[in-house]
C-alpha cells in the first residue's frame, strides 16, 4: 500500500524541517487512525513489537522512496529512516493500547498461597516477613507469593497476627467487610458468620478502616466490635478471656451445657454425643490451661455432675440434673 499524496507530501516537509504545526498535527491525527487502517496487519494480536515496527520500516520505505527523486539515493535512505522514526515514536502508544504484546510475556497473576485450620488444635503460621499467625479453629488466611513485597493478609475465621517491625511497609489484613493496618505489633482479629466481627489489640498501635472510609484507631487493650450499624470502641477488661486461646487456655464464664459441648469438640477435633435435654440449667465457670480432653473432663466433674466415655475420637457425656 502507498501512502497518501498529500501525506508523503508533509512527511518530505518534516524530513526538511519545513513542516507547519498545522502539517504535523495533520499527520499525527492520520496515524492515530490505527495501524490497521493504514498497514492492513490483521493479524498484530499475533506478532510482537518488533515483528510490526519492522514491516512498518518496509512500507514507509517503499511509499516514500517513490516519491522522492533518484538523484538524491542518500537523501532517501536517510529519509525514510527518519520517518520511519517518527512514525514509530508516534506509534508507541498505540501499540500499548492495541494490545500488540512485547517480547516478554505479560506479568501473570500473583499466586496465592491458602493456610487453613481445622478443629482439634491451634495452627501457628510464620510467614515470609517473619510475622507469624496463630489460626483459630475453623479459620483460613491467604497471602502472595510476593507477600513481603506488600504484606497484605486475607482472613476468613478469627487469628492472632504478631507483626514484625517494618515501618516501610505496613502489614494489613483484609476480611470481608474490614481492612486492618499496622507497622508493627500483635492484634486479633475475629471474622465469623452471623456475628460481630472484633478487633482487639494487645501492642502497638492499629489502624481499621470499613467500606464507608470510617477509620478507627486502637491502642493497646482496646477492642472494636463492627456491624452493619457502624463500629464501637472500648476498653478490654483484665478478665476479658479474649486472648486466652492464643496462650493454649479455655476459658468458660457461665457456660451452658450446650455451648461447652460445641467448645470441646472444636478444641479436641472430636465427636461428643450427650443426652442434654432443653431443662438441662447446668452452667460452668473455669480457667483450664493446656489440658488433654480427658483431664479436663475429669476436672469438669468436680463442677458439673456427668460422667464421660472416650473411643479415639468418640466421646459420650452424660449429665445429671444440676443441684
Not at 487512525?33 to 514491516?55: C, L, M, P, T
Not at 512500507?59 to 517518527?86: E, H
Not at 503460621?125 to 510475622?131: A, C, F, K, M, N
Not at 454425643?273 to 476436672?299: F, H, M, P, R, V
Request: glycine share 4%; charged share 25%.
Amino acid at each position: 500500500m502507498r501512502l497518501p499524496s498529500a501525506l508523503l507530501d508533509i512527511v518530505s516537509k518534516i524530513l526538511r524541517g519545513k513542516a507547519s504545526k498545522e502539517e504535523i498535527q495533520k499527520f499525527n491525527t492520520w496515524y492515530t487512525k490505527g495501524i490497521d487502517s493504514v498497514w492492513h496487519i490483521q493479524d498484530h494480536k499475533k506478532r510482537n513489537k518488533a515483528q510490526v515496527e519492522s514491516e512498518m520500516l518496509q512500507n514507509i520505505r517503499k511509499a516514500t522512496c517513490s516519491r522522492i527523486p533518484d538523484s538524491s539515493t542518500k537523501q532517501s535512505f536517510l529519509g525514510w529512516k527518519v520517518a520511519a522514526s517518527i512514525i514509530i515514536l508516534i506509534g508507541i502508544g498505540l501499540f500499548a493500547i492495541k494490545g500488540i504484546p512485547s517480547d516478554t510475556p505479560a506479568k501473570q497473576e500473583a499466586k496465592l498461597l491458602t493456610f487453613e485450620n481445622g478443629k482439634g488444635m491451634i495452627k501457628k503460621v510464620r510467614l515470609p516477613d517473619g510475622s507469624t499467625v496463630s489460626l483459630f479453629h475453623d479459620t483460613k488466611i491467604q497471602v502472595a507469593e510476593s507477600f513481603s513485597e506488600n504484606r497484605l493478609v486475607k482472613l476468613s475465621g478469627e487469628a492472632f497476627f504478631e507483626v514484625k517491625r517494618d515501618t516501610l511497609r505496613p502489614f494489613r489484613v483484609e476480611t470481608a467487610t474490614l481492612t486492618t493496618e499496622v507497622l508493627g505489633t500483635s492484634f486479633l482479629i475475629r471474622n465469623q458468620p452471623e456475628q460481630q466481627e472484633v478487633v482487639a489489640v494487645k501492642t502497638g498501635l492499629v489502624k481499621v478502616s470499613d467500606p464507608t472510609d470510617s477509620i478507627f484507631m486502637l491502642t493497646p487493650n482496646l477492642r472494636l466490635d463492627y456491624s452493619d450499624q457502624g463500629g464501637t470502641v472500648s476498653t478490654i477488661p483484665k478478665s476479658d478471656p479474649l486472648f486466652a486461646w492464643t496462650e493454649d487456655i479455655i476459658v468458660f464464664e457461665n457456660t451452658d451445657m450446650k455451648e461447652m459441648v460445641k467448645t470441646l469438640e472444636e478444641w479436641y477435633g472430636v465427636k461428643i454425643t450427650t443426652d442434654l435435654t432443653a431443662s438441662n440449667s447446668c452452667q460452668i465457670s473455669g480457667t483450664y490451661e493446656k489440658q488433654s480432653l480427658e483431664n479436663l473432663l475429669q476436672l469438669i466433674q468436680y463442677s458439673i455432675p456427668m460422667t464421660y466415655e472416650i473411643a479415639a475420637k468418640d466421646v459420650t457425656l452424660t449429665f445429671k440434673n444440676c443441684p
